[in-house]
């Protein structure tokens, strides 16, 4: 069975930094598309950040500069490092994987990825800044 679980999340200080994780069990191939979106109370799911299998990332332009995405294909887990963190970047953050292995999500620039690409989903870990 397939399964993604996040952690790392928690209550910082505007300016502070966090690292989320994505651990994936399940299967082991390591061309699939991973992301990270978010959802803060009262509004829609928005994609953050995606990385694929050659190492291509994207980002939404409200966290470029601030926030990394990475991943372990050893470790077969997947990272989000959150610098210089804003109270408006409060929200449940969740990993997702694309939907085949072989098919890149196209990005708009700017954008971050689309949540309508990605087919499994972990259970989320809130982050809170707190200004």
């Known amino acids: 069975q397939v399964q993604l679980v996040e952690s790392g999340g928690g209550s910082v200080q505007a300016g502070g930094s966090l690292r989320l994780s994505c651990a994936a069990s399940?299967?082991?191939?390591?061309?699939?598309?991973m992301g990270w979106f978010r959802q803060a109370p009262g509004k829609e799911r928005e994609g953050v950040a995606q990385?694929?299998?050659?190492?291509?990332?994207s980002y939404v332009d409200s966290v470029k500069g601030r926030f990394t995405i990475s991943k372990d294909n050893a470790k077969n887990t997947l990272y989000l490092q959150m610098n210089s963190l804003k109270p408006e970047d409060t929200a449940m953050y969740y990993c997702a994987r694309a939907r085949t292995f072989w098919f890149r999500p196209p990005v708009l620039p700017g954008t971050g990825p689309n949540a309508g690409n990605f087919d499994v989903w972990g259970q989320g870990t809130q982050v809170t800044v707190s200004s």
């Open positions: 990385i694929d299998s050659d190492g291509s990332t």
């Open positions: 399940g299967y082991t191939r390591s061309t699939y598309s």
